[in-house]
């Protein structure tokens, strides 16, 4: 008989249990995988060191484990009928071994702390908006670890902004409750931190979970924080059938539970046939092509996969998280919002004589002063004119929601993909607060460091392309918006005044909007007026 107990983990003290890769009863052979353990920030594939039976299995999924716990014994293929004794000692060894520790702790738990005692506090996941649920893509500490008020904890990431959460008070990490790539929300734990009692009772915080006052035996029941997917019991697992065959790291099992795959029907691409992430999505890809010959049940023909390395050399750059979710959002504003672009052209010459003359005024405010600013303060007013392109339609496409409110989204161009930030109430701001609030939020986007809610809220969208270059072109409505105006590139034309052409400066702009909302005959009035506000913003003030 060969025991198989868990192997160097490092300096971690304990690991959970996160998945059993095999059954009583099958046939091992070298180096397959019997279980999965995880710490705070790794997994981790337990193989077989022998070939043979597995004649018992001595955890169950959610268990915590340390360095030399038994984790099964495997009848080597040679081995004589010695299995009756040994799986009973090996039985015995768990409980024995760990007894005297499982039972101190709880023991001094049941005395009274005198004042100032440390306690254990949990730190929630702060209000994310209407964001929902959060990805957890950074880790940054680990049990045991002491840390001091605003210390980062974790990174969080929505669909287009990630967010730090600080510790809340000084103390010492008890447990890290989440890893990368966990989904939590509003509220879910993620860590629990030892602190003095003074400070719980400055900032009380709901009472913690803790593993070591738990016996092994109920720890699979204790219910997983909200975001998480339940994990199976004992009793469930024993009855899944085990992937003992199938070659695959612990990042890949866990994308392939997400997305549903069973990776007995994934071929590996990796050495020895190993499944890559990579392997389950071109599964996933394929099995929904296979349903049809339409894509996303739009009815649009799929585009055939092509390779692209018989014409020369390839290298393939995976999008980012940001330019993937934008994608998906742009795809289905597009396939659901009948797009109509109106284009016109604004003339500049005096805003820009008045903008060069805020010059040295905005140096001593600290202030760069944009053609941004005036274009957002004269949208908001183009906007109350016409208040149905600050609205959205309700979902049964029956009503208008007039919003009462004007909050301006300007596109911004970021090594991540386009990001969308929001000028919130910009119809009651000055040029000067709204120049300083566009360059404060250009920023953040660029350095990664906007929160939920500055991508939230937006009524009317203003994607600005002047910097680069262009004469025009279709931005594509931000639903639920209904519109989006589109600015290119300012440029000297000739304008006929009358009498002669006069040089002046001309903005071409581009409107576009859900014709299930606005007639072209409103977009066409909307875009007059804007071009005449813009020409003089005295208008604004009538």
């Known amino acids: 008989m060969t025991e198989i107990r868990v192997p160097d983990i490092g300096d971690v003290d304990e690991v959970e249990v996160i998945e059993l890769c095999v059954a009583v009863g099958d046939v091992l052979e070298v180096d397959d995988s019997i279980v999965v353990i995880e710490s705070d920030k790794a997994s981790m594939e337990?193989?077989?060191?022998?070939?043979?039976?597995?004649?018992?299995?001595?955890?169950?999924?959610?268990?915590?484990?340390?360095?030399?716990?038994?984790?099964?014994?495997?009848?080597?293929?040679?081995?004589?009928?010695?299995?009756?004794?040994?799986?009973?000692?090996?039985?015995?060894?768990?409980?024995s071994e760990p007894e005297p520790e499982r039972q101190a702790e709880p023991e001094n738990e049941d005395?009274?702390?005198?004042?100032?005692?440390?306690?254990?506090?949990e730190v929630l996941v702060p209000d994310i908006g209407d964001a929902g649920d959060v990805v957890v893509i950074e880790v940054a500490v680990s049990a045991g670890q002491t840390v001091s008020v605003d210390d980062l904890l974790v990174v969080v990431e929505s669909d287009k902004a990630s967010m730090e959460i600080p510790s809340p008070h000084d103390g010492e990490v008890e447990a890290v409750l989440v890893s990368v790539d966990d989904t939590v929300q509003s509220g879910t734990p993620i860590a629990t931190l030892r602190v003095h009692g003074s400070a719980t009772k400055a900032s009380p915080a709901p009472a913690p979970q803790k593993a070591q006052d738990t016996p092994r035996s109920e720890k699979a029941e204790q219910p997983q924080p909200a975001a998480k997917k339940p994990r199976p019991s004992a009793s469930e697992e024993s009855t899944q059938k085990p992937a003992k065959d199938v070659y695959a790291g612990p990042a890949v099992r866990r994308l392939a539970r997400e997305l549903g795959v069973d990776l007995t029907e994934v071929r590996g691409t990796g050495n020895r046939s190993r499944i890559t992430k990579d392997d389950v999505k071109s599964h996933v890809k394929e099995r929904m092509q296979s349903k049809?010959?339409?894509?996303?049940?739009?009815?649009?023909?799929?585009?055939?996969?092509?390779?692209?390395?018989?014409?020369?050399?390839?290298?393939l750059e995976p999008l980012t998280r940001v330019r993937r979710v934008g994608a998906e959002n742009l795809h289905r504003s597009w396939l659901n919002?009948?797009?109509?672009?109106?284009?016109?052209?604004?003339?500049?010459?005096?805003?820009?004589?008045?903008?060069?003359?805020?010059?040295?005024?905005?140096?001593?405010?600290?202030?760069?002063?944009?053609?941004?600013?005036?274009?957002?303060?004269?949208?908001?007013?183009?906007?109350?004119?016409?208040?149905?392109?600050n609205a959205s339609l309700d979902p049964a496409g029956e009503n208008f929601i007039l919003k009462q409110y004007y909050n301006i989204g300007l596109a911004v161009d970021t090594e991540q993909g386009l990001l969308v930030p929001v000028i919130r109430e910009a119809d009651q701001k000055g040029i000067w607060e709204l120049s300083a609030e566009i360059s404060e939020l250009a920023d953040k986007a660029r350095d990664g460091k906007l929160g939920m809610t500055d991508l939230q809220g937006g009524t009317f969208s203003i994607s600005s392309l002047g910097g680069i270059g262009g004469t025009g072109f279709t931005p594509i409505v931000n639903a639920p918006e209904v519109a989006i105006l589109g600015v290119s590139r300012m440029a000297t034309k000739p304008v006929w005044n009358g009498g002669e052409f006069v040089p002046?400066?001309?903005?071409?702009?581009?409107?576009?909007?859900?014709?299930?909302?606005?007639?072209?005959?409103?977009?066409?009035?909307?875009?007059?007026?804007?071009?005449?506000?813009?020409?003089?913003?005295?208008?604004?003030?009538?």
């Open 504 to 542: 002046r400066k001309m903005l071409p702009l581009s409107l576009s909007y859900d014709h299930k909302a606005i007639n072209g005959a409103e977009a066409g009035r909307f875009m007059t007026d804007l071009v005449q506000i813009i020409a003089d913003l005295r208008r604004a003030l009538l």
């Open 337 to 389: 919002v009948p797009h109509v672009t109106q284009h016109d052209e604004a003339d500049v010459t005096d805003l820009e004589d008045f903008r060069k003359s805020l010059k040295s005024e905005g140096e001593k405010r600290g202030v760069k002063v944009t053609p941004l600013a005036f274009l957002v303060k004269a949208c908001c007013q183009a906007l109350k004119d016409h208040p149905r392109f």
């Open 111 to 121: 005395q009274s702390d005198p004042v100032g005692a440390p306690e254990s506090v």
């Open 292 to 315: 049809g010959a339409v894509s996303g049940g739009t009815g649009i023909p799929a585009i055939p996969a092509q390779d692209f390395s018989r014409f020369g050399p390839v290298a």
């Open 46 to 95: 337990v193989p077989s060191t022998v070939a043979g039976k597995l004649v018992s299995l001595e955890v169950a999924v959610g268990d915590s484990v340390r360095q030399g716990d038994l984790l099964a014994i495997v009848e080597a293929a040679e081995a004589g009928a010695e299995h009756e004794a040994l799986a009973a000692t090996a039985q015995a060894e768990p409980e």
